[in-house]
């Protein structure tokens, strides 16, 4: 963990965010079909509640038999690479994650889906995990369960590909929108951050050699 924060505080300072393979993914929003009871809705999939147990309010339960069958959709606040879903099983009934699809999906509600892959049998009150195909870019995931309980008590979303982004440039304090021109400016994304994970593993050498 703190590798991982060295290494935003050093891309920062190179004017590049580095998101690494595994990073949390931030969710910011739903939807769902069939909630099962007032209260059980898709909010408590990123609520940070990891109590599995149905009764004390951390897990999401749909309603069972539904026709078009049931759904719920998770949304990211841009489109990112995913790489993992994970789900964290109720501390019950676990099998019902068996069939369980996974979609990752560019635009809400009837968007562009590509399917990551399909859940089997989990572990009551343990995580499952499903990996997608070398980082599929989508803006929010969609799990499907055709005619039968869908029942999670948290997601998450992890990154599937390292990332960088440029960040404005400030000359004399004012902010200028795109790349540099100056000189000092002139190293790629991808130099600057492998110079952060350089400074990173050289930074580890010497503390191991230390203690």
Known sequence: ???????????????????????????????????????WDYTRLYDG?????????GCYHSESGSPSGNWVELYLAQQQFIGTVRVLNR??????????????????????????????????SQWSSLDCADGTLGDNIRMEKDAHYLQMCEVEILM???????????????????????????????????????TISLWSRVSLWIH
């Open 1 to 39: 963990m703190i590798w991982n924060i060295l290494l935003l505080n050093i891309c920062l300072a190179q004017g590049v965010i580095c998101a690494a393979i595994g990073t949390k993914l931030t969710i910011v929003g739903g939807d769902e079909a069939n909630q099962h009871s007032s209260g």
């Open 49 to 57: 509640n990891l109590d599995p147990n149905l009764d004390n309010g």
């Open 91 to 124: 501390n019950c009934c676990s099998e019902r994650m068996n069939g369980v699809v996974v979609k990752v999906c560019e635009g809400a509600g009837n968007g562009t889906c590509v399917a990551c892959g399909v859940f089997g049998d989990g572990t009551d």
């Open 160 to 198: 599937g590909r390292d990332v960088t982004t440029s960040l404005p440039v400030s000359t004399s304090g004012v902010d200028i929108d795109g790349p540099s021109t100056t000189e000092g400016a002139n190293l790629s994304e991808e130099r600057r951050c492998s110079l952060a994970l350089l």
